[in-house]
């Protein structure tokens, strides 16, 4: 095969097909190349047991305006977590599983407010890093461990926070930067019930897969599926790309939408700036694994709480409830966590919910994929002032869209969305000339 058409985008996920159908739709010829059996990246879901379950990315919400937009475009209708909006929260302090009273939810929030009491100064403007570029670089190097032993807090605000934070990140608080933490915080208008909301209440009924078909029934773009991309060659009028079986594409111009973590993996030439291919091989710290449990019956609305050096089980909620069995979803920073049996999870699911039974447990492993290599992004302490404007930059015929990088709701469904939204309008502004001529 050897197909001639205006763009090719590199990957299928959430940022490519958003800048495939926006390109197309601006009158331009567009052919997706994706190396997976399907489109949508980072997002992918199953049913389990008559539960349609996401084994990716997730939740949205209409603080984050790109996939909202999308939601209504479509006519999409959401659902609530259960467990977000908990009748009962678990944590383990100390060593000791409590259950939070009433009367410690001051307390709770409270620590939250603590921790990111600088939000509003370095960021001010979560859209605009360098409205505050003084204050970023001041704090860039910072570790969520750093803040924490710089503060006094109670022991249910140390575990609430750090428990919370290692979910946000998928790292340890030393390895997740605590400016990527404000950065979300700040996202919310620094208001604890949205920061809660956004991370995990609301998602779509039918699943990210009906964004996914949506968006790409309505852009009318060409898809080739299981087509990973070998080489990306620039000429003068545009580039070639060569898949890993041998075939070829030339276009005028390239997006490039492939995971952080892996784009080191693509040989391009002339070579990608170094400060891209550094980032890639150092890669992002988001990984860990998003672990569901099937349990007997109705547990309620439920959600635990620890530190990973207290507990496997960082966190976990109700993610579906019935009668027979319901599905909890949970997460874990140990690199077996989706390898452990039904025996090695039972007790520690017991420990905060007693009387629980698990019949199954489940999940995707983002981390040992090798299209993915991680699970959502967050940066490294003391990488974004130096990795944040040069990832997305463009490179003579090359375009960079993801959901790993940009301003904004980086590492969400939404920072995807936008990073292939704004990227479609660079790619179309930059072929006016020529297709006016």
């Known amino acids: 095969m050897r197909e001639d058409v205006d763009v090719v985008v590199i990957g299928g996920g959430f940022a490519g097909i958003t800048a495939a159908r926006d390109l197309q739709k601006r009158g331009l010829n567009v052919l997706v190349l994706e190396a997976r059996d399907r489109l949508g990246g980072r997002t992918w879901s199953t049913d389990r047991n008559g539960f349609h379950v996401e084994l990716g990315g997730t939740w949205i919400h209409w603080t984050q305006p790109f996939v909202w937009a999308e939601k209504e475009r479509y006519g999409l209708e959401i659902q609530e977590t259960p467990g977000c909006v908990a009748e009962r929260v678990a944590i383990k302090v100390d060593g000791q599983v409590c259950e939070l009273r009433d009367d410690q939810l001051g307390e709770f929030v409270a620590g939250f407010e603590q921790f990111f009491a600088e939000a509003p100064l370095v960021w001010e403007r979560p859209y605009d890093s360098h409205y505050n570029w003084a204050a970023i670089k001041e704090r860039d190097s910072l570790s969520v461990a750093d803040r924490l032993q710089s503060m006094e807090l109670t022991p249910l605000q140390r575990t ?54 949506a968006i790409a029934s309505d852009g009318g773009f060409d898809v080739l599926l299981d087509t990973p991309v070998r080489s990306v060659h620039q000429t003068a009028n545009g580039v070639t790309v060569t898949t890993a079986a041998g075939e070829q594409v030339t276009a005028k111009r390239a997006v490039v939408t492939l995971p952080l973590n892996v784009l080191h993996n693509v040989a391009f030439d002339p070579p990608l700036q170094s400060v891209k291919v550094e980032a890639s091989k150092l890669k992002h710290v988001g990984g860990g694994a998003k672990v569901f449990f099937e349990v007997e019956g109705d547990p309620g609305a439920v959600m635990t709480l620890a530190r990973s050096t207290e507990s496997p089980l960082i966190g976990s909620f109700t993610y579906q409830r019935g009668e027979q069995h319901s599905v909890l979803a949970g997460f874990s920073l140990e690199p077996d966590a989706l390898e452990r049996s039904v025996a090695d999870w039972q007790p520690v699911l017991e420990e905060f919910v007693p009387g629980l039974r698990l019949l199954s447990t489940f999940g995707h492993d983002w981390g040992g994929d090798a299209l993915s290599q991680g699970s959502w992004c967050t940066y490294r302490p003391g990488t974004f002032v130096r990795f944040a404007d040069a990832l997305p930059r463009q490179e003579g015929h090359l375009f960079f869209a993801s959901g790993d990088h940009g301003e904004g709701w980086r590492g969400f469904i939404e920072g995807a969305i936008a990073s292939g939204s704004r990227t479609a309008v660079a790619v179309w502004r930059s072929l006016l000339p020529s297709r006016t001529a």
């Open 160 to 213: 609430s926070i750090g428990g919370f934070l290692e979910i946000l990140s998928m790292n340890q608080p030393e390895n997740a930067s605590y400016l990527e933490m404000m950065r979300c915080w700040s996202l919310t208008g620094w208001n604890y019930a949205l920061f809660n909301d956004a991370a995990a209440r609301y998602k779509l009924k039918l699943g990210t897969g009906a964004l996914v078909e």
